[in-house]
């Protein structure tokens, strides 16, 4: 069977056309450009890749066109498909009836940690020999590879509440039907498509509507938002994370890189692993929760997260050039910024916080994080904000950090400007959900000029 995916180039379908490649289908893709990573990885699968979309790229005609949810009406492939009258479907819809079906489905939703969460529940899974598949929003150092058909019943996937195609609205996660559910938390999000909190959790609802009566979801007990969820009806059993009545952590060290792993009032073990903060300790224990449920004992889920290495582009270190070491991260809210750099400054024994910062997701963009936006500084001692494309005034938003924050409008200028100011042992840590301008390559450059 010949596929072809329009709209290859993001983390969830480029892993959809793995899933199908390993399946045995034939996979072409169109897209106006690949995620570097990504791209590595469809290539050494062996799917073509075309660059734009250029309706000669449907032909001759596949068997079936899997629709990207970047994908609009107007786009010249899309008016082909539907011109040419070919089979389509979304990449959700696609996943659903050709992997997730007749599977144990773990689901790990959410703003923030999906990622990081999912990635640690499959590395449980596999260092427990339980072989299960997933499709995931980001590499995890121990998996490899994004997404994998598994050898099992298991199947962990990031669900996104994104929407699902041009003409399917809802919630990607809608399609899934997981039997294993991660609630990590919710706020306001996807300014493009969602008006408010209501509305996303409106699809958050409709997810836990689809979830068994002899399944669990595991919910993060510290979030307001996901109680009102709930609130509105729920047929599952639940278990509690981020709370005392459930499962939460006892820092043992200030940058929760040793942990006390508690359930209620019983101490269940102790975690010594390579991730750091409170945010990644909750995701920790969300995972531990639902690997039980797939039938896996908690103090053998703890002793696998301390053989857990992490996520690329989550806190990623790509170098230390001239002692300064250089941090990719994905953070693209301002909780998301915050936690990461509290936990960083914990484990700081030396040395200043210095932040690159592209403000390019869509919500940001749109300006919704603008009154609170450089609140989720306090622990930079530095922050370069790229200004480049975006409708509100980045300099008036971080004015309260004075003279800690300056705005630059080239990506080159700025690199310049870190590699001016980095001395050694201080913390570089680069904060974009996109390439920004190959920064990282070039930053880690400039550095190693200086020695």
Not at 118 to 131: K, P, V
Request: with cysteine.
């Amino acid at each position: 069977m010949h596929i072809h995916i329009l709209g290859i180039g993001g983390t969830f379908m480029a892993g959809v056309a793995l899933l199908a490649r390993a399946a045995g289908h034939e996979v072409t893709g169109s897209d106006q450009g690949l995620y570097p990573p990504m791209s590595t990885q469809l290539a050494e699968a062996g799917i073509d890749v075309m660059e734009g979309y250029d309706p000669a790229h449907l032909e001759p005609a596949p068997d079936q066109v899997v629709v990207g949810n970047a994908m609009a009406r107007g786009n010249p492939a899309v008016e082909a498909m539907l011109d040419r009258g070919l089979a389509y479907t979304s990449g959700p819809q696609w996943l659903a009836d050709n992997v997730l079906a007749g599977r144990w489905v773990l689901a790990v939703a959410g703003t923030h940690g999906k990622t990081t969460t999912a990635s640690m529940l499959a590395h449980i899974l596999i260092d427990q020999g339980l072989a299960p598949g997933w499709l995931i929003g980001g590499i995890a150092a121990d998996l490899g590879t994004s997404a994998a058909l598994g050898d099992s019943k298991f199947f962990v996937v990031e669900a996104d509440e994104y929407d699902t195609a041009f003409f399917d609205k809802r919630s990607k996660f809608v399609h899934y039907r997981p039997r294993t559910l991660i609630l990590n938390n919710l706020e306001f999000d996807h300014a493009d498509i969602f008006d408010d909190l209501a509305a996303i959790q409106r699809q958050f609802h409709h997810l836990l509507r689809t979830v068994p009566g002899s399944g669990c979801i595991v919910h993060n007990a510290a979030d307001t938002a996901l109680d009102a969820v709930i609130a509105q009806g729920c047929w599952t059993p639940r278990v509690a994370f981020n709370g005392a009545a459930g499962w939460h952590v006892e820092p043992l060290s200030p940058d929760y890189g040793q942990l006390r792993i508690r359930q209620g009032d019983a101490t269940v073990g102790e975690l010594n692993w390579a991730l750091k903060g409170a945010h990644n300790a909750a995701n920790a224990c969300a995972a531990i929760a639902a690997a039980e449920h797939a039938g896996i004992e908690p103090t053998a889920a703890i002793a696998a997260l301390g053989r857990f290495h992490g996520v690329k582009r989550r806190l990623e270190l790509r170098g230390t050039p001239g002692g300064v070491a250089v941090y990719d991260d994905f953070a693209h809210h301002p909780t998301a910024i915050r936690t990461t750099l509290e936990g960083v400054a914990a484990s700081r024994e030396r040395g200043r916080i210095l932040v690159a910062f592209e403000p390019r997701s869509n919500t940001m963009r749109a300006g919704v994080h603008e009154a609170t936006l450089a609140a989720s500084f306090e622990y930079a001692d530095r922050v370069y904000g790229y200004d480049a494309g975006i409708t509100w005034d980045l300099a008036h938003a971080m004015a309260p950090l004075g003279d800690r924050f300056q705005a630059i409008d080239d990506v080159d200028a700025l690199v310049a400007a870190i590699a001016a100011d980095a001395r050694p042992d201080d913390v570089v840590i680069v904060m974009s959900n996109g390439g920004f301008g190959g920064i990282h390559d070039k930053l880690l450059a400039a550095l190693a000029d200086r020695d």
